[in-house]
């Protein structure tokens, strides 16, 4: 039986991150306007310096403006605030992001209910999480986003089949599902108490795995020639003192049945940050009443 083909989420994000750098020098040509991003990042957990450090990275690549806010982990809710407030208010800023998680002393919700929806390229708040699920336009959180875009370029039109999100993050999982359900899929969604969910599994067309569980779904949950869209990122134990990343799906057995499916890593990670910064330009461009980017 012939391998499924790799979905390769690391090529797509660098094809869409230079369409992207393309809108921007255009934007700045047509118009003066340099899209601005803004990273918050309270406390120093090692693997949000590095996503930060990647985001600012990635962003000036191509050619917008970053701006990073590194607070000690001992701050306050009041004190995020008030620099939320001044982010919110800065005309160069058009997009803003708060590194989570938040220390336990910060109310996260009442953080990212603070953004100006306008500039929540995260697509968290409320008033976005309401556009997505009514169907009216808003920004769409990034990884689901990218999770789409990887969809679209293999199957083309989704209309009619059957995908399974297991997960119910509000990160991931719920907006995953809203966004196949715009595409006219029929939509199931899994969780731990979900009964029989290799049963489920079989039966999706599409699934995609955002559980947080390393290797849960198995090669024979697979329904053959399904798209497999593996969002997790696991760190696991590789002997002699090592470890390795894998995702919530067992490629190794996956891969043996699936039409195609995305590798861990190198699948959708990278399309989180692309998101990103096609989100931030879709804000600059909304908040200066031009037409959206059609990268």
Not at 6 to 18: H, V, Y
Not at 264 to 280: F, H, Q, R, S, Y
Request: hydrophobic fraction near 45%; glycine fraction near 10%; charge should be negative.
């Amino acid at each position: 039986m012939a391998k499924a083909e790799i979905i390769d989420g690391k090529a797509f994000a660098a094809g869409l991150r230079a369409r992207i750098g393309a809108e921007v020098k255009a934007l700045g040509g047509a118009h003066g306007l340099t899209p601005g991003v803004a990273v918050v990042l309270v406390g120093d957990d090692p693997a949000s310096q590095v996503y930060v450090r990647n985001k600012s990275r990635q962003a000036q690549d191509t050619g917008m403006q970053s701006f990073i806010h590194r607070l000690p982990a001992d701050t306050s809710q009041d004190a995020l605030l008030v620099q939320i407030d001044q982010l919110n208010r800065d005309p160069a800023v058009n997009g803003i992001l708060v590194q989570l998680p938040l220390p336990d002393q910060i109310d996260e919700a009442a953080v990212l209910g603070a953004l100006d929806p306008a500039k929540d390229v995260d697509g968290f708040h409320p008033m976005n999480v309401g556009r997505l699920v009514s169907g009216a336009d808003g920004t769409v959180p990034c990884t689901p986003l990218g999770c789409l875009m990887l969809l679209k370029d293999r199957l083309d039109s989704l209309a009619g089949l059957k995908a399974l999100v297991v997960g119910r993050s509000n990160i991931v999982g719920k907006p995953m599902a809203s966004l196949l359900l715009r595409e006219s899929c029929t939509i199931t969604i899994a969780h731990s108490r979900t009964r029989d969910l290799a049963g489920e599994c079989r039966q999706a067309d599409i699934l995609v795995a955002a559980v947080g569980q390393p290797e849960m779904v198995k090669g024979d949950w697979i329904k053959p020639g399904a798209t497999v869209i593996d969002v997790g990122i696991n760190r696991i134990d590789a002997g002699g003192g090592k470890t390795r990343i894998v995702g919530d799906v067992d490629f190794a057995e996956a891969v043996k049945t699936a039409g195609a499916i995305t590798p861990v890593p190198g699948g959708v990670g990278p399309m989180t940050i692309a998101c990103l910064l096609l989100n931030t330009l879709s804000a600059a461009c909304r908040q200066h009443d031009l037409p959206a980017p059609t990268v």
